[in-house]
């Protein structure tokens, strides 16, 4: 179903446009109703910056965390692979990687946090359904990983979600 981009969509676009002019708006924290289609639009920016920001290419990875539930992960590659299909080229690698020119664009359960440790260059790290981040003891461990590539590369990191079941966790925190 054809929507057009909203208003909350388009403000959301705008700061993260600052992005590449200050740094401070490379930081970007939304909590949101359930249906509002941003997984969509944060996956559709991170597509396009692949294809068009040198800062993605420089800088080579974008990370997606997303919960436990490794299906979650695949869905999402699957989603990039089909926005991609017919109109950029990339590179299929399997159920969690796409690949676009240099920009290696991968998922990670919550749950294997030790796998994003120690990669050189991020450009972006975006958290879907952060609010859910569950199957660790401390959640607080993927804000701190995903979070310290600011410092590391300058990344944009991205933390979007719904309510989750209790106030509590990283994403908690931040609101």
Same mark, same amino acid.
């Given at each position: 179903?054809?929507?057009?981009?909203?208003?909350?969509?388009?403000?959301?676009?705008?700061?993260?446009?600052?992005?590449?002019?200050?740094?401070?708006?490379?930081? +970007?924290? +939304?909590? /949101?109703?359930?249906?509002?289609? %941003?997984?969509?639009?944060?996956?559709?920016?991170? %597509?396009? /910056?692949?294809?068009?920001?040198?800062?993605?290419?420089?800088?080579?990875? !974008? !990370?997606? =965390?997303?919960?436990?539930?490794?299906?979650?992960?695949?869905?999402?590659?699957?989603?990039? /692979? @089909?926005?991609?299909?017919?109109? +950029?080229?990339?590179?299929? @690698?399997?159920?969690?990687?796409?690949?676009?020119?240099?920009?290696?664009?991968?998922?990670?359960?919550?749950?294997?946090?030790?796998?994003?440790?120690?990669?050189?260059?991020?450009?972006? +790290? =975006?958290?879907?359904?952060?609010? =859910?981040?569950?199957?660790?003891?401390?959640?607080?461990?993927?804000?701190?990983?995903?979070?310290?590539?600011?410092? /590391?590369?300058?990344?944009? !990191?991205?933390?979007?979600?719904?309510?989750?079941?209790?106030?509590?966790? =990283?994403?908690?925190?931040?609101?």
């Amino acid at each position: 179903i054809f929507h057009p981009c909203y208003l909350y969509e388009q403000e959301i676009l705008e700061h993260l446009a600052k992005g590449q002019f200050d740094s401070a708006c490379r930081l +970007v924290c +939304v909590y /949101k109703a359930t249906g509002l289609g %941003l997984t969509e639009l944060i996956l559709m920016w991170i %597509l396009f /910056k692949a294809c068009t920001d040198d800062f993605f290419q420089k800088n080579e990875d !974008v !990370v997606i =965390f997303t919960g436990p539930n490794i299906e979650l992960s695949k869905k999402l590659i699957e989603r990039l /692979k @089909h926005f991609a299909h017919n109109r +950029v080229d990339y590179e299929d @690698h399997g159920m969690y990687k796409i690949q676009i020119g240099k920009c290696n664009i991968q998922c990670y359960p919550s749950n294997n946090i030790d796998a994003v440790r120690g990669i050189p260059r991020v450009s972006c +790290v =975006f958290g879907d359904e952060a609010a =859910f981040f569950t199957g660790i003891k401390d959640d607080k461990q993927i804000r701190t990983v995903g979070e310290r590539y600011r410092g /590391k590369s300058d990344s944009y !990191v991205i933390w979007v979600s719904t309510a989750g079941d209790n106030a509590d966790g =990283f994403f908690w925190d931040i609101l």
